[in-house]
RNA sequence: UCCCGAGUAGCUCAGCUGGUUAGAGCACCUGACUGUUAAUCAGGGGGUCCACAGUUCAAGUCUGUGCUCGGGAGCCA
């Protein structure tokens, strides 16, 4: 037995039906009908309505009824029903109510409202039910997440947020000043240290918070945002490829098992999530731009401060969001894209042996204008071809000194990939903007609350 | 950072080629109703028209600058 308070849960009331139950929420919504009040009361787990009738009650508690306002949290005891016209499915015959708190002029309305008013309450928003099923979802997946990793005989080896140098040595990071040594800088990837934990315990995964401090406001992008970083000893391209598939797979069939009832809130064409299973799509670098080519996708880019349109697409650019989304309009699973040219990838990505033109990189982008939803390599495992990639990108060489000695002291081809949280959440629920996967989340912009 | 758009009631918005007293729906308050589903009906209160400067007899409306917000691009997960 639990030593804390156990109450009725809304979500539990299918077992309690005609018996007396005391709830414990907050008003979702309530309509007054002269002798009839109407009720819905949320707790989290589900919404029930109440319904209180003047004269099954005492006038105290009719008076009570009449003055309850939206939010307001309130303890009711009445007998349960079965009934189709309630939302939720069920109603309470109220026989008792005590009001907790009266809540006066809630701001969100039951009407809509725009998305810089709901970002300003962002803390009473995670009330309404699209968001609560979201963050529902977004529990999910990163149960999901630990269950697949757990299960398969990865070790959690978290990495240091704070870091002494740029991970990937291109992204903007946030800087903040640390004791005697100089800057810190929050981490933009666990994946080094991850390497270093996979060279200690085989296979790992890091699993935590991100920072990029880049100026990025669109829809897919958070300045703060969850990486799962999987590394594995011994895997080369293919198999982190294999992996990164049973891993998506796993997780969307994961969430469709356990949370029909908030993709259904969210009005979810659950068909397409059903029909995520392996094989996935996959398809070389150099076969997606002939796929541009032939089908007369160009290129914009910025010469002299003025969008030229370049085609055909040249080899060796990296794909924007235009290539990308009309790239996966083909495709109704996720695509992984696969050995792309050095230039534009990161320094630690292992160069393909029969072609150095090109490393052992792969992206996952997903369908319905999911995007990436991973990016992933084998790495560099030979010291002289990883000293020469940092050198050839004016990396810091004192700084990698320890990564260089994975590479010394026993070095083994091995891959792994990141996946964002966030950007799975925003896939599989189809929500419209990244900021609704994450709590509270954290944009240029915007801090509060 | 660049490009585009928007700031008018607590919220969502309308407000014409500048014109005298500033509009609606919702929310809120009062009243009516035993079955409501964003209830409905009747009545009521509610405004620094983002800020500053300018043009004009006259600016919510036109011009400039700034601020805030939204959408997109690049970068990425």
């Not at 309690?16 to 787990?45: A, P």
């Not at 990396?395 to 002291?409: C, N, S, T």
Request: proline letters at 4%.
């Amino acid at each position: 037995m639990s030593r804390y308070k156990d109450y009725q849960l809304i979500e539990k009331l299918s077992n309690v039906v005609g018996n007396e139950v005391t709830l414990r929420g907050w008003v979702y919504n309530q309509r007054g009908k002269g002798k009839l009040q109407f009720i819905i009361l949320r707790d989290g787990t589900g919404i029930a309505q109440c319904v209180v009738f003047r004269d099954n009650v005492t006038e105290e508690v009719f008076e009570s009824a009449k003055r309850i306002t939206q939010e307001s949290s309130l303890s009711v005891t009445g007998v349960v029903r079965a009934d189709e016209r309630a939302p939720g499915g069920f109603e309470i015959d109220v026989t008792d109510l005590k009001i907790i708190q009266i809540a006066q002029d809630y701001p969100i309305a039951k009407k809509e409202h725009g998305d810089a008013f709901l970002m300003k309450h962002r803390h009473l928003w995670l009330r309404s039910s699209r968001q609560h099923a979201i963050l529902r979802v977004r529990a999910a997946v990163i149960k999901a997440i630990r269950d697949f990793f757990d299960g398969s005989g990865f070790t959690l080896v978290d990495s240091p947020i704070l870091t002494p140098n740029a991970c990937e040595g291109t992204s903007t990071l946030f800087e903040t000043k640390y004791f005697d040594l100089g800057s810190a800088y929050l981490s933009q990837s666990g994946q080094l240290y991850a390497e270093a934990g996979a060279f200690a315990l085989g296979r790992v995964y890091t699993f935590g918070p991100t920072f990029r401090a880049e100026l990025s406001s669109t829809r897919k992008h958070l300045t703060e945002f969850w990486m799962v970083e999987p590394e594995m000893a011994f895997f080369d391209l293919e198999d982190d490829m294999d992996l990164a598939e049973d891993f998506v797979e796993y997780i969307v069939q994961y969430v469709l098992k356990t949370c029909r009832k908030e993709l259904e809130i969210l009005e979810r064409d659950t068909t397409k999530l059903e029909n995520i299973k392996r094989p996935f799509y996959r398809m070389s670098y150099t076969d997606a731009v002939d796929w541009l080519v032939k089908n007369d996708i160009p290129i914009i880019k910025k010469i002299d401060n003025q969008d030229v349109e370049i085609r055909p697409f040249p080899w060796g650019e990296d794909f924007g969001t235009v290539q990308e989304e009309a790239f996966m309009e083909q495709f109704d699973k996720p695509c992984i894209i696969h050995h792309y040219p050095t230039e534009v990838k990161a320094f630690y990505m292992k160069r393909d042996e029969s072609n150095p033109k090109v490393v052992c990189a792969l992206d996952m982008l997903g369908p319905e204008k999911a995007g990436e939803l991973i990016g992933g390599s084998q790495r560099e495992d030979n010291f002289d071809l990883l000293l020469e990639r940092i050198k050839a990108e004016n990396l810091p060489e004192e700084a990698f000194e320890w990564y260089l000695d994975l590479r010394r002291y026993g070095s083994v081809p091995h891959s792994g990939f990141g996946l964002g949280v966030e950007r799975t959440v925003k896939w599989i629920t189809g929500a419209k903007h990244i900021r609704e996967c994450i709590p509270m989340p954290r944009m240029i912009d915007r801090i509060y609350p």
